[in-house]
C-alpha cells in the first residue's frame, strides 16, 4: 500500500514536495484546490497520474493544492470515511462495525478537518468495489469511482483555519481489505428493502450501467456538471431505482465533479419529478420524521 507507507513521511513537507514523493512511489494523485476538496483539472480524478513531470507541472502552477489520490483499483487502497456533522456522527456505527468484524484489518487510521475519520484498507485483489454513502450512518465508503484528500492536505474551515489531514497511527498488523458489500449492509439494513424486491432486481441488473453513469458524471466539467447529474439520475429513475439509490450511486460522484450537496439533492429530485408522475421525496421517510438536513449528499430531506 504505497500510499499509507508514505504518509508518516509527508507529515511535514510542502504539499508540492510530498505531492512528487507520492508520484515517484508510484501513487497517482491529481490537484485539488487549495484548501478545498474540489479539482481545478478538466477530469477530476480521472486524470491522477504518478507522472513526475505532469506532478510537478501541476504544482508548479497550484503549489498549495491539495492532494488527491483515486480510490480503487487505481490507487490500490480503499477509505471507509467517518463524517462529523452538526446532524450526526459515523464513530458509533464504525465502532460497532469494527467490532463486529465488519471494518476490521485497517492499514491507516487518519483524521480529517471535520474530525472524522478515513480508515485505509488494501483494494480487494479479486473485485471492484464502487463507492456509496451510508447516509444515515454516517459513513461513506470510498472504492472505485471515488477519490481522498490525503495527509498532508489542509481544508479551509470556520473562521479561516486550514485543518489538516493528520495520520493518528498505521498499523501493525497486515491489513486485509474490506467486504463493502457486507459493511454496507450492516451499516444500512434498509437499502435493499427500500426498493421492493423487484425494483432491487433490477436496479441489480442495471448495475454496471449505474457505474458506468457515476463515472461520466463525475468527468463533468463546470458548466455541465448538473445538466449531466440530471441527465444520469432521469436514466436511473427510468430503470426502476429509488431516489435514495440514485443519490447513494450519483451523490459522490456528483460532489467529486464539484457540484454542493444541496443542488445535488435538488437536481435528483427534479429528476424524479420529470420521469415519475408522483416521486417519494428522498429519504421517504413517515410524516413525523421528516426534516431538512444541511450536509453532505445522501442526508434525507423533504
Request: charged share 20%; aromatic share 8%.
Amino acid at each position: 500500500m504505497g500510499a499509507v507507507d508514505l504518509f508518516s513521511e509527508v507529515g511535514g513537507m510542502p504539499l508540492s514536495e510530498a505531492a512528487a514523493r507520492f508520484a515517484a512511489a508510484g501513487v497517482p494523485v491529481f490537484p485539488c484546490v487549495p484548501g478545498e476538496k474540489r479539482p481545478p483539472v478538466a477530469r477530476g480524478f480521472h486524470d491522477a497520474t504518478a507522472d513526475p513531470g505532469q506532478v510537478a507541472a501541476w504544482w508548479s502552477r497550484w503549489p498549495s493544492a491539495n492532494i488527491g489520490i483515486p480510490t480503487g483499483a487505481a490507487s490500490g487502497v480503499e477509505v471507509v470515511d467517518v463524517d462529523v456533522h452538526a446532524t450526526g456522527t459515523g464513530f458509533p456505527a464504525f465502532r460497532e462495525a469494527h467490532r463486529e468484524g465488519y471494518a476490521a484489518g485497517w492499514a491507516a487510521l487518519v483524521r480529517t478537518p471535520s474530525g472524522g475519520l478515513h480508515a485505509y484498507y488494501p483494494a480487494h485483489p479479486d473485485r471492484a468495489q464502487s463507492s456509496w454513502q451510508a447516509a444515515r450512518a454516517h459513513v461513506d465508503f470510498r472504492g472505485d469511482g471515488g477519490y481522498i484528500i490525503a495527509p498532508p492536505s489542509k481544508v479551509l474551515r470556520a473562521g479561516g483555519v486550514r485543518a489538516p489531514y493528520r495520520l493518528i497511527v498505521a498499523s501493525g498488523d497486515t491489513p486485509a481489505p474490506v467486504d463493502a458489500a457486507r459493511l454496507r449492509d450492516f451499516l444500512d439494513p434498509r437499502t435493499p428493502i427500500s426498493m421492493g424486491r423487484a425494483r432491487a432486481a433490477r436496479f441489480e441488473r442495471q448495475g454496471s450501467d449505474a457505474k458506468v453513469l457515476a463515472g461520466w458524471v463525475a468527468a463533468r466539467g463546470e458548466g455541465e456538471r448538473n445538466r449531466g447529474l440530471f441527465w444520469a439520475a432521469c436514466r436511473l429513475a427510468e430503470s426502476g431505482a429509488s431516489a435514495n439509490a440514485t443519490l447513494d450511486v450519483l451523490g459522490p460522484a456528483a460532489e467529486h465533479a464539484g457540484l454542493g450537496s444541496r443542488e445535488i439533492m435538488a437536481t435528483i429530485r427534479s429528476a424524479y419529478r420529470t420521469t415519475r408522475p408522483a416521486p417519494r421525496t428522498l429519504g421517504e421517510p413517515v410524516a413525523d420524521e421528516r426534516r431538512v438536513v444541511r450536509g453532505s449528499p445522501g442526508r434525507v430531506i423533504s
